[in-house]
């Protein structure tokens, strides 16, 4: 019999990164929800906002399929990660993760990888405090061609404070990074 007195938290582990040699733009977030880690997709959940404004930013009206979307970000030069490689965590929401826990990617030989990346937007706070905390220590110094970073709203459906349209504005940037 199940009681509320015991919680049931768990080891997750994220996706490998969704990169291509020519990007120039990685998203971050800090670990898929549970509706993503169910279908093994980036952004998953059906009222995330996260792909309805990349079809907004580059005009693709939806619906499109995963690997659709997969194909329009890598088009526009923009892989997508997560900082954590592993976490514990209750549920799918970001204030839920034991910070103890956390165990990053190994963003030192990505950025070896992929030298064409210079550009980090952070979907949602957690995703850059969490890279602040975990992965700049571990970085080395870039004096001549430094990582530009810039947090931007989260799309999770649990960050209501803003609507559709406020982040989306602020999410233009990305295009913009992409578009000069």
Known sequence: MWCGLHRRVFVITGFPPVVTADATVLVLGSMPGQ?????AQYYAHPRNAFWPMI???????????????LMLIQKNRIALWDVMKNCKREGSLDSSIEQSSIVANN?????????????LFFNGAQAETAFKRHVVPMLRPESDNPLEMQRLPSTSPAHA????????AQWQCVREVVEP
């Not at 509706?35 to 279908?39: R, T, W």
């Not at 963003?107 to 070896?112: E, G, K, L, R, W």
């Not at 404070?161 to 989306?168: D, G, M, N, P, W």
């Open 161 to 168: 404070a803003l609507s559709f349209e406020q982040k989306l």
């Open 107 to 119: 963003f030192a030989d990505f950025f070896v990888a992929y030298p064409s990346i210079r550009h």
């Open 35 to 39: 509706a993503s880690l169910d279908v």
């Open 55 to 69: 079809g907004q930013l580059f005009n693709v009206p939806p619906p499109l399929n995963y690997e659709e979307r």
